[in-house]
């Protein structure tokens, strides 16, 4: 998942797409190329078919990644119990620190006492992958919050960075 997001971020997502129809046209059975249509189609905002394309791909292959794509599609529509019932089943297939972090935002959302020990399990696995993710989370959502005095964001970037 991460060279295809590599390629979107860098902007090349008609590259992803012509590789995800040649996928489709080849075998409408090939799962990765419904896998690479529900990605160029979050990138691009239309959750709805990203969840069809994920939930495509699911049905052709079980996957960790596919599982994990789809519930980013679902928090993306703000649906965090059905991202945390994909994301519990993505760690059933692999345990790795993403599906933890983002199985601890969900539940997070959801006010669900689970949150802080899933945040702690992928912190556990890869500390300084879990410190990127809650950077990247911070400047995403609490960066430009006028709410937050610029003394507490420097503060909490402080903490995230692991400066002492």
Known sequence: MENVLQKLQKGKVEEVRATARELIRKSRDDPEGWFLMGMVSHYKGNEGYALECFERALYLQKSEKFHKAKSIAHMALFEFEEAAEDLKKALAMNKDPESHFLLSIA???????EASDQ?????????????????????AFFRDDPSIPEKEKKEIMRILSGEK
């Open 107 to 113: 539940l997070m959302f959801l006010s669900h006492p």
């Open 119 to 139: 945040m702690l399990e992928a912190y556990r696995l890869n500390p300084g992958k879990t410190r990127e993710m809650l950077q990247n989370f911070f400047r």
